[in-house]
Structures are given as structure tokens and as C-alpha cells.
């Protein structure tokens, strides 16, 4: 079997990246997580490869609200993880689940346009307030494992409207702001994000989080950019099938003309396309279930839906 203990105290972190297991409790859970993963050599390697580039730029990883509510125990863990041993993600998440539920318990039927929220004065008051309750529910879970995060809730999404006729409150990311993320970092804290942005005379605007996500990607390019959502993938909804990898240089213009392809997975797939198209011919994007971070972080062998050029 695995040495557990022997691939905590060898794995080696740049003084940037000190390893730092702050209680008992933590660390058996590390212990536990690490025994899971992969090999010794793989995931030293790995947490090496990770270690090379500044800590801003070792992953972002977009949780989707559905993962709050079903499986924020697994998703802790994981997070805990990666900051116990010096790694700091940058985390956006959604509340698309969160924001239906209430709108339905109100008798208001959700409505959207190709995945994008039509976004009225009292939907927002529900799409801030399930952002806002989600993500201290996450930086709280988190924060019970030892872990130090900071919610960033506003500041660092700017934007215009993305069609007001269309679309009423929902914005179009212009720049991003990047400050709040890094001083979080710096402070030693996880960024928890939401994708709210904020016009230049301070409307709130909503954003898919998907796309907020792409943006973020794209100024920060970091060497893993992960989607998290409860099915663990993209669905082929006409086989029911995962998709194990969209190759986009030769696919993509086939597979926006399947009929499967519609709304928010046609959207995630467009953004996540204009992303990699900025981004180095090498980068990727993986599209996953919360249980297969660690190996989607730290081995070869990957899980879920793999877009690449
Ligand atoms: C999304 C933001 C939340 C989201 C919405 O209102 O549902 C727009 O569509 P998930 O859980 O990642 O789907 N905003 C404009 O994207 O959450």
C-alpha cells in the first residue's frame, strides 16, 4: 500500500507554498484524502508541477450550486485539502438550484434564455440572496475544517448589460478585477467567489457562473481549470452517455448542431471553446464530479468530460 505519512512529510513546497497542517484533525483528514489518490511518485510530481508557478496560478475551480446543496461535505474536503498543503484554488461558484427553488416556493416559473437567467428586479432580490446564503454556507464549511477563506462577494466583476431588452439584470463581464483575489491569496485565504458583477455606476448585475468562471480563467490562466457539477461531466442527452472528451478543433461545429446541445450545457461548452481559444494550445478544461479532483489534480488518468483544442 501507500506510505501515507512518508507522502506528507516528502512532498516538497517551495518556501512561497510552506506545508502547513494546522490540527490533528486535518491532518488525518489529508492523510486520508492523499491515501485515495494516486501514486506516491504521481502525486509528488504533480504537487511539484503545482508549486512551479505563483500561487494565484494553480487552478480555478467553478463548483456548481447544485454541489452546495448535495454534496458540500465531499467538496470541503477536497478544498481542505488542497489549501493543508500550500495550494490555494481560486473557487467561483453558482446558486442556479437555490435561486429555482425559491422562485418556484413563490410561484414565479424560472425563465431563461439559451441557459441565460431572465433576470427581473425581484429575481435578482432571490439571485443575491441565495449567492450570498450559498456562499457563506461554503467559506462556513470550510472555515470548520480549519481552513482559512474569504468570500468575495462584490469587486471583482465588472460589466454592462448583456441585452436589457432580453435579458433585464444580467450582465456582460467587461474587466476583472483581480486585486480582492490576490490579496486573499496573500493573506492565506481561499477566494470564494460568486459571479454578481457590477455595472460602473454600481448596478448589480447577475452572471452566469460558468461564464464568470471562463473569465476568471482567462486573466488569471492558471494550469488547472476544473468544473465541478453533480453529474459529473457532460450528459449526451441523446445516449445518456458522459462524454469522455470534446476535441474542439474538429468537433465543436457538430456538436452545436446536435440537438442535445441547448442551453446551459450549449453555453458552458461556448464559453469554456472561447476560453481555451485565449489560452495555450496545451490547457484544457475538465468537467467533473467533486469526488475526482484529487485524481483529476494529481494523476495522468482523468475523470469526467475533457475539453481541449
Ligand atoms: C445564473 C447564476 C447562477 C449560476 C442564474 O441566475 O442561475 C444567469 O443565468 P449554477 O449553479 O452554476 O448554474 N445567472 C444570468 O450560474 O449557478
Redesign the pocket.
Known amino acids: 500500500g501507500v506510505q501515507r505519512p512518508a507522502i506528507v512529510s516528502s512532498i516538497k513546497v517551495s518556501s512561497k507554498t510552506p506545508l502547513t497542517i494546522r490540527c490533528y484533525s486535518t491532518r488525518s483528514t489529508v492523510i486520508q484524502l492523499l491515501n485515495n489518490i494516486g501514486s506516491k511518485r504521481e502525486v509528488e510530481q504533480y504537487l511539484k508541477y503545482f508549486t512551479s508557478v505563483s500561487q494565484q496560478q494553480f487552478a480555478v475551480i467553478?463548483?456548481?450550486?447544485?454541489i452546495i446543496t448535495q454534496q458540500l461535505p465531499e467538496l470541503a474536503s477536497c478544498l481542505a485539502f488542497l489549501y493543508h498543503v500550500g495550494l490555494y484554488p481560486i473557487v467561483l461558484?453558482?446558486?442556479?438550484?437555490?435561486?429555482?427553488e425559491i422562485l418556484e416556493s413563490e410561484g414565479i416559473e424560472?425563465d431563461?434564455i439559451d441557459?441565460?437567467?431572465i433576470?427581473d428586479e425581484r429575481?435578482m432580490a432571490v439571485?443575491r440572496k441565495?449567492?450570498l446564503e450559498q456562499n457563506l454556507k461554503l467559506v462556513t464549511a470550510l472555515e470548520k475544517m480549519g481552513v482559512h477563506a474569504r468570500p468575495i462577494t462584490a469587486g471583482v466583476f465588472q460589466a454592462d448589460y448583456?441585452d436589457k431588452d432580453k435579458?433585464q439584470l444580467?450582465?456582460n463581464i467587461t474587466g476583472v478585477n483581480k486585486a480582492p483575489i490576490e490579496a486573499s491569496i496573500q493573506a492565506g485565504a481561499l477566494p470564494i467567489l460568486t459571479?454578481l458583477a457590477e455595472t460602473p455606476s454600481g448596478q448589480i448585475l447577475?452572471?452566469?457562473?460558468?461564464?464568470?468562471a471562463g473569465e476568471i480563467a482567462r486573466v488569471f490562466e492558471p494550469l488547472k481549470i476544473v468544473y465541478l457539477?453533480e453529474k459529473g461531466g457532460i450528459i449526451n442527452g441523446n445516449t445518456g452517455e458522459k462524454v469522455s472528451v470534446i476535441n474542439l478543433d474538429e468537433e465543436y461545429e457538430d456538436l452545436l448542431k446536435q440537438s442535445w446541445v441547448k442551453y446551459?450545457t450549449k453555453l458552458k461548452i461556448k464559453e469554456i471553446r472561447d476560453l481555451l481559444m485565449h489560452l495555450p494550445r496545451s490547457s484544457s478544461v475538465a468537467i467533473i464530479d467533486v469526488n475526482d479532483l484529487q485524481k483529476e489534480l494529481f494523476t495522468d488518468s482523468g475523470a469526467g468530460t475533457l475539453i481541449r483544442r
Do not use: E, W
Request: net charge positive.
Open positions: 467553478k463548483v456548481g450550486g447544485a461558484h453558482g446558486t442556479g438550484p437555490q435561486i429555482n424560472p431563461y441557459g441565460i437567467r433576470t429575481t439571485v441565495c449567492f448583456l435579458y444580467v450582465g459571479s447577475n452572471v452566469n457562473a460558468d461564464v464568470a457539477n446551459g
